[in-house]
């Protein structure tokens, strides 16, 4: 990934574009509709402000399900009082947002390739929109930070803090900050005692009971969501390009918690939980960005700052295959459930569908609208495909359509991450916007009405 650092400072009229974050400054990021859109007065490092927008009498609110159905904006922009309306912004943003590419036109040759899909499915139907959980991206590529361990229970990070949401109770609880010290509560013997200061976390990962937050230095902190204080602190490497790009919690064939760290020292790394220590480290030609465990625990894919990916032994770290297809770098990837197939994302604005079985070529190039795929995720019935892109749209595709069809979800802000429920019943997606950043939920559809059982 890149590890350069955007300096230029954007108008915050200016629609925001992809590269607006710098990694040195943990401001917001721009607002998207430009400082119209709020009250001067704001101020949003304050705890717990009101935010109002527009003219000062405009309460920037939730909203929910019935308010959506009666015609609300589902972000709550108030578009009657801006200059515009939605379909004129959204049709210049769709023109105007710029895409990175470390390619120089990749995109344009890997967009003639996709196939075309049937937009308008409706598998997810928003539910709500919260406005008080703000979940903040640190690096502009790095898009993995919101984790759903239940319908009801979401982790994300807001600046420096990790935070929990309850769908349930509405409750929004600090679990870790680690704007000041952090050092780890128990004693093991590879850790790091003496903890990290001020650690800027690039990538987090949540799965049943353990959190992993991964940082711009190379750190690990690990937390047992059941016990007080921090687990286990550790730093991969301490090479200057150790920032840490993905992480993957996963269980072994004997049922001990493992978790796979991608490194941009070009390295992957996989600790072992249980004994809380590094059990393998493999090392790869280029930075790797995301990496795929199968269910089966034996082959994990590998993709990086490299237009091709790579299918690994997962115990010896061999490269079985090396698939050729994108055009840019890839910083996604996800295994659907059914163990022969996975998908990569690419900064050429496409996502790939491939079956382990035949590597020559992919099975499905699925297009976007305005950016990378930054994120990728199964619904664990493997029913269903959602991509995140890097701003105002996630796709979510209908597998047994043979991705044909999908369902657009449109809204307006940069995407932090986006998550499946273990159950499948919702799907949550953080919004950062330094206004209108919030966390979106949507809920499955299981029932069809009659008159969608005669498009099927």
């Avoid at 159905?69 to 105007?96: C, F, H, M, N, S």
């Avoid at 952090?182 to 987090?204: C, D, R, W």
């Avoid at 690990?222 to 790009?245: M, P, V």
């Avoid at 050429?348 to 976007?368: E, F, I, K, P």
Wanted: charged content about 25%; glycine content about 8%; aromatic content about 10%.
């Amino acid at each position: 990934m890149s590890h350069h650092h955007h300096q230029e400072q954007h108008n915050a009229a200016e629609v925001m574009e992809e590269d607006d974050y710098n990694m040195d400054d943990d401001s917001d990021g721009d607002d998207f509709l430009g400082q119209g859109a709020r009250n001067d007065s704001d101020s949003d490092e304050e705890e717990g402000d009101d935010d109002e927008y527009a003219q000062g009498d405009y309460k920037a609110s939730d909203t929910s399900a019935e308010e959506a159905r009666r015609g609300k904006d589902i972000q709550g922009i108030p578009w009657v009082r801006l200059a515009t309306t939605r379909e004129k912004y959204r049709a210049r943003r769709l023109v105007e947002y710029k895409n990175y590419e470390n390619i120089p036109n990749s995109t344009e040759a890997a967009l003639k390739l996709c196939k075309s899909t049937e937009k308008g499915g409706m598998y997810y139907e928003f539910s709500r929109n919260t406005r008080k959980v703000k979940s903040t991206i640190l690096h502009f590529q790095l898009r993995n930070l919101v984790w759903a361990t239940s319908k009801h229970d979401v982790y994300l990070i807001s600046h420096y803090s990790v935070r929990h949401w309850s769908a349930l109770s509405s409750a929004d609880t600090e679990i870790m900050n680690v704007k000041g010290h952090v050092a780890p509560s128990e004693k093991h013997a590879g850790s790091l005692l003496e903890g990290f200061s001020q650690t800027q976390v690039s990538t987090m990962a949540v799965k049943d009971n353990l959190l992993v937050a991964g940082g711009f230095q190379g750190e690990l902190i690990c937390k047992n969501l059941n016990q007080e204080g921090i687990s286990y602190c550790c730093r991969t490497t301490y090479d200057e390009n150790a920032i840490t790009n993905a992480v993957e919690i996963f269980n072994t064939s004997s049922g001990a918690v493992h978790f796979v760290a991608a490194i941009n020292d070009s390295g992957v790394r996989e600790y072992d939980m249980e004994r809380y220590q590094l059990y393998k480290h493999f090392r790869f030609e280029w930075p790797v960005n995301h990496t795929s465990l199968s269910p089966d625990g034996k082959l994990n894919v590998i993709v990086g700052d490299d237009p091709y990916a790579l299918l690994i032994d997962a115990n010896s770290g061999k490269t079985l295959h090396s698939m050729k297809g994108h055009l840019d770098y890839s910083f996604a990837s996800a295994w659907s459930p059914d163990g022969r197939t996975f998908a990569t994302g690419n900064q050429d604005r496409t996502c790939r569908v491939w079956d382990a079985r035949n590597l020559s070529q992919s099975l499905h190039v699925l297009g976007g609208n305005i950016g990378a795929v930054r994120s990728i995720r199964f619904t664990s019935d493997g029913q269903f495909l959602a991509t995140a892109e890097p701003a105002d749209f996630v796709h979510i595709f209908d597998v047994k359509s043979d991705y044909n069809k999908r369902q657009e979800l449109d809204f307006f802000g940069e995407i932090s991450g986006i998550s499946f429920s273990p159950d499948t019943d919702t799907l949550f997606v953080g919004v950062w916007d330094r206004t209108y950043g919030s966390l979106l939920q949507y809920d499955r559809l299981y029932n069809r009405s009659y008159l969608d059982s005669l498009f099927y």
